[in-house]
């Protein structure tokens, strides 16, 4: 089945520090990868998306490559800012299906 | 206003009791989902319905039960509370099937079960 890995939080950064968090995921097919956000108290926004291998989403600053070598899907950020801090997951659907599998979440606090 | 919203946003029920969970889009997208959301597992599927009159199963629908009667409307309800849904619950909508239509959420519900 699908499955999505994300590196455990919580991640604690300094404002202007460089943010990197890991996703890798399993699944069969061609499956489309999705980074979404949760600030405090509000629900998923969709951050970036990318369809297929090669492809880079990116948005807000936020950028991920798709790689199919690695089955990796990793965000980054190259200066981040306290509004930044949030959850951040990983998510991916196969390429014939609309359902979001996604990964566990990870914390992200940004300090002034 | 266009958007999806649910209701009530808080709710504290007692162990047996039955609780209904509102969710209400205004796009008349075909597809809506119901996700609960616990710590240290990200969110998971409970059930989904592609079009109205037309539901199945997720990851974890045991103690749930879903209708879609009309397209704009997929109330959750939990038929007997337990204190292991006690979670977040999250409803989405999308337009179409295809893994690059993605999913618009709500603002969620948290559920306290006693």
């Known amino acids: 089945g699908n499955s999505v890995t994300q590196m455990e939080g919580p991640v604690t950064l300094s404002e202007e520090a460089f943010l990197t968090i890991n996703c890798t995921y399993t699944a069969t097919g061609y499956p489309s990868l999705f980074w979404y956000v949760q600030y405090p108290g509000e629900g998923l926004q969709l951050l970036l998306k990318a369809t297929k291998a090669d492809d880079k989403g990116s948005n807000k600053g936020f950028e991920a490559t798709y790689r199919k070598e690695t089955t990796s899907f990793h965000l980054e950020k190259g200066s981040v800012q306290v509004s930044d801090s949030a959850v951040y997951f990983c998510?991916?659907?196969?390429?014939?299906?609309?359902?979001?599998?996604f990964g566990a979440g990870t914390t992200v606090t940004v300090r002034a | 206003d266009a958007g999806i919203t649910q209701s009530p946003r808080y709710k504290i029920t007692e162990t047996g009791r039955q609780v209904t969970l509102m969710c209400h889009q205004t796009w008349s997208h075909s597809y809506m989902f119901w996700y609960r959301q616990d710590l240290g597992h990200g969110l998971r599927l409970i059930y989904y319905s592609a079009a109205a009159d037309i539901t199945d199963k997720g990851e974890v629908p045991d103690g749930y039960v879903v209708s879609r009667s009309k397209t704009e409307n997929f109330p959750l309800t939990l038929e007997s509370a337990t204190r292991s849904q006690t979670s977040v619950y999250f409803c989405?909508?999308?337009?179409?099937?295809?893994?690059?239509?993605?999913?618009?959420f709500g603002p969620g519900t948290r559920l306290t079960v006693l």
């Open positions: 989405a909508s999308s337009e179409s099937g295809g893994g690059d239509k993605v999913g618009v």
């Open positions: 998510a991916l659907t196969r390429s014939n299906d609309y359902k979001l599998s």
